[in-house]
């Protein structure tokens, strides 16, 4: 099982990977298309906002994975129980992460919205917290799969960091399609892909030391 559990790991970070970059590319060509009719740039605009789901799938799929590899590895205690119970809750995670989409612009969408951005920031400090000794201590947690965790950490901070610099693009952005586009509002969208593309090469690189950890197990 431990075979195919890492190879489905590498596979959902190349996915992830893969992900990030069509929407990074896709954004910056929106953000930079000044001549496209705005009725098409807000099509685009909301195929970059449903390609983004996949990079929300790839984060649950990669803490699944990561706790089941981490159990049958014996660094978890409980074993096969941690196993199952792990890939259940990440089965459930992923619909509670589609239902975040689905019903974001009903009413019940920005509790769900809550929710999850809630349960990422308790899921950042557990993976501090345990990264840094200060819970499960005592479990069998070798130094290079706790740098591991706090450089995951990194990831999703990168990911609030990412989607409170595009704060600024929603805004202008709703301005643009109610009253128009202007030069101005345009400038303003570009330098909000700046931001938001530095934070994502700050992503990138949390990920590279991920990937680094898992080969080279330095620790």
Not at 79 to 92: E, R, T
Not at 128 to 157: N, Q, Y
Request: glycine residues 8%; hydrophobic residues 55%.
């Amino acid at each position: 099982m431990t075979a195919w559990l890492l190879v489905a790991h590498i596979a959902v970070l190349g996915y992830w990977l893969g992900s990030e970059l069509v929407i990074n590319s896709t954004y910056r060509y929106v953000c930079y298309a000044d001549a496209m009719p705005m009725a098409e740039r807000a099509r685009l605009m909301d195929h970059v906002m449903h390609v983004d789901q996949h990079v929300r799938y790839a984060l649950v799929l990669q803490a699944s994975l990561g706790v089941m590899l981490a159990a049958n590895a014996g660094f978890v205690p409980g074993g096969q129980q941690v196993v199952l119970a792990a890939g259940a809750i990440g089965v459930i995670w992923l619909g509670f992460v589609e239902a975040v989409h689905r019903y974001r612009a009903r009413p019940i969408g920005r509790t769900l919205g809550t929710i999850d951005r809630g349960s990422r920031y308790v899921l950042m400090a557990l993976f501090v917290a345990v990264a840094a000794g200060l819970i499960v201590g005592a479990w069998p947690i070798p130094g290079w799969l706790r740098w591991k965790l706090a450089a995951f950490a990194g990831v999703m901070a990168c990911g609030v960091g990412i989607r409170i610099a595009l704060i600024a693009h929603f805004r202008t952005w709703s301005k643009m399609v109610s009253s128009g586009v202007t030069s101005e509002r345009n400038a303003a969208i570009r330098t909000t892909y700046i931001r938001a593309t530095s934070v994502l090469i700050l992503l990138w690189i949390f990920i590279a030391l991920v990937v680094w950890l898992s080969v080279e197990k330095p620790l």
